[in-house]
Each structure stands twice: as C-alpha cells, then as structure tokens.
C-alpha cells in the first residue's frame, strides 16, 4: 500500500528542499547581507632578519612580515587570532582602536589588560567589531616592541552598504614607520638608566622602506603604481614611535574622508598631519593622462617640543601606468616632482588642520552620542617633570634626576599583575588605588613660565567611573621643561573631541565655543603644544581603560593612567570572567 503526503505538506517539503539548495549554491544569499563571520588569524611572533640602511639585523615580526599582516573584517565580524610566542621578549598585542565591548581581556596593554604572552606561551584574543567600519592598526603594547610589530586592521562596511563617499577603484594601506638601526630595547634601556632622552631613529619608513633620500636606500623605495583618471583610498596608518608626521603627495590633491575609522566631512588639503596612533582615510584623484613624470609622497616630522628628534624625510613614489603601445614614453626619463611640505614648527598649520576634522553628521551617520551634560568633570596637565634617581643608580639630569612624565604631576607605575585582573576579581589592594587626582594639585600659569619645582610623584592611580558615567576631559599641555603636543590614546572607548586651542584652558569661557553639533570622534587626540583639547566620552564598557601619550619615549617616563569602568546593573552590562588561556604573570 503506497504512502502519499497531504498536498500541503507535500508543497512545504517541496520548498524546503529548494531553500536547502539555495542556501547550499550561495552560502552568503542577499537576504543575509549582514552576516557575521568569524575571521581566524594565526600570528606567530619570531625573529626576521632584515636588512635597511645597509645593515642586517633581527627584528621582532608577525608571521616574518614587516610590516606585519593585514587583518581585513567587517562591520560585526568576530576576529579570533592566536599569537604564538616564539621569541625571548614577553609580548602583547593590541587592536588599537577597536571598541573592544565587554572584551577587555582582548584589548593587549601590557599589565593593564592582561599579562604578557611569555616565550612559548600563547594567547586567543578574541573579540567582535562593534559599529565600526574603516582604518586602525594592531601593534605590540610592551615596551618598545611596536617599532616593528605593527600591522594594518581593514574594517569594510557591512556587506552591500556602500561609502559615503565615491567607491575607489582601488585600497591602499599606507603605514608610516620608524626604523632604528640599534635595537630598540636597548636604546630604551639606555634612557632609562642615564634618565635622559632616548636616542632618536635613524629613518622613517612607508610601508617599512626609507626611500632614496637615505643612505643605500634607493632599492628600498616604496611604490604605488596608478591608473589614469581613477580614485584611490589610501589608508594612512601612524605606527611611527615617536614622531607626528606631515604627509603629501607632489601635483596631487587628497580629499579626507576618515580619522580613526569614523567617516568625516570631506576636505581637500595638499598635506595630511597624523599623530602617532592615529590612522586617516584619503581619497587620492589621479590625473585624467598618464604624464611623463614621477610624484615624490614623502613624510617628515611635525616638531613641537625641545626634545632630540629625527630630522630626516621618507619618501616613496607615486608612478602612472603607462599603456603597452607607448613605448616611447616608456624609455623617457620621466621627471620627479617633489611636495613642498610646512616647516617643521608648524603648531599653527596643526591647530587649523584638526579643527577641519568633523564628524558627518548626517542621517545615515548622525553625531546623537555627544554627551550633552556631564556628570564628572576632568582637568588633565600633560607633560615633562623630573624624578629622583633610583637608590643604585647614577642619573644624568640636573641634582641627579631623571625625566620623568606625568598627567597631573603623577607618573605611572607599572604594576606587576595586569590592573584588569586585580579589578575584576576584587585583588585591588597592594596592586593600585583609586585616588588619581581629578584636577592638578596645585595651579599655576600652565603654558607659561614653569614652577620652581618640576618634581613629579609617582603611583598607580585609576579613576573609577559608575556604568553609563558621561565624562569630560580636559587635557592641558604644560611648558614644563618644553611645551610639546602629545598625542593622546584611549583605550575601549571613542570620544567627541569638543574644542581646542592654544594657551591655557578658560574654564570660563571656551566652554561657550565648544562644538556640540559635529565634534570629531577619535581615540587619539593631539593635545595642542602650548595647548588644550577637551573631549568627552559615555563610559559604556566596563573594564579597566588605558589612556596614555603615544609618543613611546612619553609613555616609557609614565604619562598614562587607568579608568575602571564599573559593571552595569543588567546582564549585557556586565564583563564576562577572563579567558581560561589569559597569560598568568
């Protein structure tokens, strides 16, 4: 006796099949155009020996590249990379600018977040990309280490939603670079036991090559091959340690269209300035023929401090491809344009580029986050001080001190159990206190002549802040031993960069001008040399924060602290407990 389905039935087996091979034929169908995937990377830190300047040396790398490899995702992807120790430096990575939501254990700073990944050791950092789309980078947070563990992070919109700008023929990360022919860790070394500056590089980099302008350089130039009449988003990524940079591209125009992976409004400069930590799109137009001619694109310091400093230029080459039956134009010596770039002090060319950088502000991508009252007030100094010299130690400052930095007179120590770790499983105690100074101990004329006494105290001091606290900070750059900019990083979070200028800060008055409709939002400001900049931020992501100064030498001397973000009261407010594989110190 046969067996027959009720018509019905029949018809809804019969549609199910057909989805079944649908879904089998395209595993990514239109309907799902904002699937998330998991993106694994394996990234296994070990020597390389690579030669610059005439001279070979092993360098600390990701997978033997320098640059290291780029991490390309989406919008709401996960990223799950693990990182193989294989060399004697305890190491750690982190995912600069990325949110890092409810994933503290994966953003990487050394002993504030995690302990370090020790040789033979390994660690999953395993995070999602939260409402983000654009440029960052990822780089080691341990010491000096990032001169050359760095990489570019791609993050593209979400499938089938378009720029808001015009779709580029083609990407390009673009990274800027130090290269130092000592290594690294010794030369911080050095500084640290004398107590004064460190010495400076020996060359910058794009892409991890010099460029001809250098000695025995010629072969180590970076090249970026055009078509005519096409557009070109160059992603623009500062991985240098210790400089801030002017950019250009000779005979070409560049319109920015990103900072810190959050689309901007479009402007045309012939220059880009970029702070070390911050990253910037660029839409780059090439000519409508191909010309007989080369461009220089050529990177060189912004000065604004006292301090020693790499007076060199890198430069590549920007070459238009020339079509197969122009043979003559082939054999033509092409001539080579050069970018005439600002003067090396140009704090006024600084002040008025930044201002330029604003939000969209659109419908699509409104500026609404913009805390508009503030529950906690923050007045930050930044800056340069002097510390006694250790007991055993011969320091060359003046009265046997050392240089120090500090944010409000305190430099940070660094502990030696990750800040996260003694937060979260309430072991705060002998590890740090919760007493960093809200406002300067003492007032004096900041940008102007400083104080007698520019000793600086030390502590590992955090801030803690209830789930959902609106912040403001002031960030104030002192003249002590030398008024400098200092680009300045926060972790887990972006903050909307309200109003800058120069002089000290008018708690008064420059209020009234902040901007509330489109601020900038950013993870790394430059806090004006002989300046300030305010910023506020929603502190929606507990965990434990860094914000430092990433200029490294900064960093190195303690110009950084900690916020700890407490728990929300809901489920999807809280952090979940550490990893099982997080490195033990």
Request: proline share 8%.
């Amino acid at each position: 006796m046969g067996f027959s389905l009720p018509s019905s039935t029949a018809f809804s087996m019969a549609i199910f099949f057909v989805v079944c091979a649908f879904l089998c034929m395209f595993p990514e169908p239109a309907f799902a155009k904002h699937a998330r995937f998991t993106r694994h990377y394996k990234f296994d830190i070990k020597l390389q020996n690579v030669t610059r300047l005439c001279q070979t040396k092993g360098i600390v790398t990701v997978n033997g590249q320098f640059p290291g490899p780029r991490i390309i995702a989406r919008e709401g992807d996960r990223l799950v990379i693990k990182v193989v120790n294989h060399v004697q430096h305890n190491l750690t990575l982190h995912w600069h600018g990325v949110r890092q939501m409810k994933s503290g254990w994966a953003d990487g700073p050394a002993y504030i977040t995690q302990c370090p990944i020790q040789t033979g050791q390994s660690y999953v950092y395993n995070f999602t990309i939260t409402g983000q789309r654009g440029t960052l980078f990822w780089h080691a947070h341990i010491s000096w280490l990032r001169a050359t563990v760095y990489g570019p992070i791609v993050i593209l919109p979400k499938r089938h939603v378009p720029y808001p700008f015009p779709q580029p023929f083609k990407e390009v990360p673009i990274i800027f670079g130090e290269w130092w022919k000592a290594d690294t860790e010794t030369v911080i070394s050095q500084a640290l036991q004398t107590g004064l500056g460190p010495n400076v590089s020996d060359a910058y980099t794009i892409n991890g090559l010099p460029g001809p302008l250098y000695n025995c350089s010629a072969k180590d130039t970076y090249k970026l091959k055009v078509k005519p009449g096409k557009t070109y988003l160059l992603r623009l990524i500062n991985a240098a340690l210790n400089d801030e940079l002017f950019f250009s591209i000779a005979n070409h125009t560049l319109t920015v269209v990103e900072a810190d992976a959050v689309y901007v409004k479009p402007f045309k400069t012939q220059t880009v300035l970029i702070t070390p930590g911050q990253t910037t799109n660029v839409l780059l137009r090439t000519k409508s023929k191909s010309p007989n001619a080369k461009f220089a694109m050529a990177a060189r310091p912004y000065v604004s401090g006292p301090a020693a400093f790499d007076n060199s230029t890198t430069t590549g080459l920007l070459e238009y491809e020339v079509a197969s039956s122009s043979t003559n134009n082939k054999n033509k010596k092409k001539q080579l344009f050069t970018p005439v770039l600002p003067k090396l002090n140009d704090t006024l060319f600084s002040m008025k580029y930044n201002k330029k950088i604003l939000s969209l502000a659109n419908p699509k991508f409104p500026a609404a986050n913009v805390p508009k009252t503030v529950q906690k007030h923050f007045f930050f100094t930044v800056g340069l001080g002097v510390l006694p010299c250790s007991k055993n130690q011969t320091c060359q400052g003046p009265n046997n001190t050392r240089l120090a930095a500090a944010i409000n007179n305190v430099t940070f120590v660094q502990p030696n159990t990750a800040l996260l770790q003694a937060h979260f499983f309430n072991q705060s105690k002998g590890v740090y206190t919760t007493d960093f100074p809200a406002n300067p101990a003492f007032k004096f004329n900041y940008t102007g002549s400083p104080p007698n006494n520019i000793a600086v105290s030390s502590g590992t001091k955090v801030v803690v802040l209830p789930f959902n606290t609106t912040v403001e900070v002031v960030l104030q750059d002192t003249s002590i031993i030398g008024a400098e900019s200092h680009p300045l990083h926060l972790h887990g979070f972006n903050f909307f960069v309200l109003g800058l200028g120069s002089g000290n800060f008018d708690p008064k008055n420059d209020p009234k001008k902040y901007n509330l409709v489109d601020p900038a939002e950013r993870n790394t400001v430059g806090v004006p040399s002989g300046g300030w900049v305010a910023i506020r931020f929603l502190a929606d992501n507990p965990g434990v924060w860094f914000m430092h100064c990433h200029l490294e030498v900064h960093t190195s001397w303690g110009l950084k602290m900690a916020w700890v973000v407490l728990d929300g009261k809901r489920r999807n407010q809280k952090l979940p407990p550490p990893p099982s594989d997080l490195p033990k110190c």
